[in-house]
């Protein structure tokens, strides 16, 4: 996957990250799956949960579609989006050009 400097920057620094980390892979094990029985899964809450898939969402790492249930619950299912991240010297210097001047600056 060839990407631009802050989409790299964005998706490295979603991974960057224990839970997030355990997201991702419990997610590609399981698959697609709703935020309860993914929080449960990895033991933790799921407000931190929420907070955690927002970000990997963001970055583009995992999708989400809300669904009514037949009892009329309402579901977030989440799961995996297709990525790989080439993350060689070359692809690094491909990418760093094109960072905005704020990620340029940015220590996070």
Known sequence: MTCGGDQLLEMLSALANPHRLRIVATLNSMGRTYVSQLAREIGISRPLLHLHLRKLEEAGLV??????????????????????????????????????????????
């Open 63 to 108: 999708t989400s579609r809300l669904e009514v249930s037949p009892d009329g619950k309402a579901l977030n299912f989440f799961e995996v989006a297709p990525f790989a991240i080439e993350l060689t010297p070359t692809a690094i210097a491909e990418a760093a050009p094109s960072l905005t001047a704020t990620s340029r600056h940015s220590d996070s």
